[in-house]
T-cell receptor
Framework: GAVVSQHPSRVICKSGTSVKIECRSL??????MFWYRQFPKQSLMLMAT?????????EQGVEKDKFLINHASLTLSTLTVTSAHPEDSSFYIC?????????FGPGTRLTVT | QKEVEQNSGPLSVPEGAIASLNCTYS??????FFWYRQYSGKSPELIMF????GDKEDGRFTAQLNKASQYVSLLIRDSQPSDSATYLC??????????FGTGTRLQVTL
């Protein structure tokens, strides 16, 4: 149990384009999902908390207009990186909360050229 | 002061030995404590969680929590080369957000 999927696993896009990443809880319902970003050799940094049916809560310093989050159902949250730039290249990981634990998706490696 | 602190390592232990990973946290209101394993290029995988003072055992893994000392540890018995990874300590408070340490890199040598 507690399986979280992410799609795509890897994406390369051109600067200025937008990229959507999907996060799904496959065998449980998650009212809360989280989006993290991890740069090489660094720990995970929480970007935002995604709550089903309401607006996401963004961490300080994360631009909400650039990183659009939609949590339309109890099993799906999406992160859209708008007008991507090379500095947005990173490993994006979602997690879904079940009870008190968080289970992570496999991550999406974004490269912006 | 960082909220969750870990020694970055690398911690090198021979195969079959016990690996001891340590973590301290600054928020006395922290309620839940987690250990994640992260292989290079992969996302974190939940290994153990502990909520109460004392020890919690699961197979070769034992988590230890001492809230008075604000200290949580992970012991890995009979370490295997496949245990070589970065181990992340994470803590939650009332907001249920995970705060991660920077991780300890473990190397199990043959």
């Amino acid at each position: 149990g507690a399986v979280v999927s992410q799609h795509p696993s890897r994406v390369i896009c051109k600067s200025g384009t937008s990229v959507k990443i999907e996060c799904r809880s496959l065998d449980f319902q998650a009212t809360t999902m989280f989006w993290y970003r991890q740069f090489p050799k660094q720990s995970l940094m929480l970007m935002a908390t995604s709550n089903e049916g309401s607006k996401a809560t963004y961490e300080q310093g994360v631009e909400k207009d650039k990183f659009l989050i939609n949590h339309a159902s109890l099993t799906l949250s999406t992160l859209t990186v708008t007008s991507a730039h090379p500095e947005d290249s990173s490993f994006y990981i979602c997690s879904a909360r079940m009870s008190y634990e968080q289970y992570f998706g496999p991550g999406t490696r974004l490269t912006v050229t | 002061q960082k909220e969750v602190e870990q020694n970055s390592g690398p911690l090198s232990v021979p195969e079959g030995a016990i690996a001891s990973l340590n973590c301290t946290y600054s928020d006395r209101g922290s309620q839940s404590f987690f250990w994640y394993r992260q292989y290079s290029g992969k996302s974190p995988e939940l290994i153990m969680f502990i909520y109460s003072n004392g020890d919690k055992e699961d197979g070769r893994f034992t988590a230890q929590l001492n809230k008075a000392s604000q200290y949580v540890s992970l012991l890995i018995r009979d370490s295997q080369p496949s245990d070589s990874a970065t181990y992340l300590c994470a803590v939650t408070g009332t907001a249920s957000k995970l705060t991660f340490g920077t991780g300890t890199r473990l190397q199990v040598t043959l």
